[in-house]
């Protein structure tokens, strides 16, 4: 069982930055690919992007150039950094966790956080 919590979200201008962190339970964090997803309101969930346990990095193509995903095994942690946001990217983020390498859908994943909000003012 593993048990996400992320953190990092708020209010930001456009052009603006935020990092948010998902904390994993467990101690076989390291094999998990680890993906972020998020969902705006009125719309479907949306892939963002995925680290596999071996550090490679997929993103979808809204996201690409702005957004960087990294872990820290020794931390159990994913990060999301945002740069460049727009109004457009907000939404809910959430974190998940999958025993696939690489996992592009929500349905590969076995467990999620909670989500946390990020608004993007213009």
């Known amino acids: 069982q593993v048990q996400l919590v992320e953190s990092g979200g708020g209010l930001v201008q456009a052009g603006g930055s935020l990092r948010l962190s998902c904390v994993a339970s467990?101690?076989?964090?390291?094999?998990?690919?680890m993906g972020w997803f998020r969902q705006a309101p009125g719309k479907e969930r949306e892939f963002v992007g995925q680290?596999?346990?071996?550090?490679?990095?997929y993103y979808v193509d809204s996201v690409k150039g702005r957004f960087t995903i990294s872990r820290d095994n020794a931390k159990n942690t994913v990060y999301l950094q945002m740069n460049s946001l727009k109004p457009e990217d907000t939404a809910v983020y959430y974190c998940?966790?999958?025993?696939?390498?690489?996992?592009?859908?929500?349905?590969?994943?076995?467990?999620w956080g909670q989500g946390t909000q990020v608004t993007v003012s213009s």
């Open positions: 467990g101690r076989t964090f390291s094999s998990y690919a």
């Open positions: 998940a966790a999958s025993g696939i390498y690489v996992a592009l859908r929500g349905n590969a994943y076995n467990y």
């Open positions: 680290i596999s346990w071996s550090g490679s990095t």
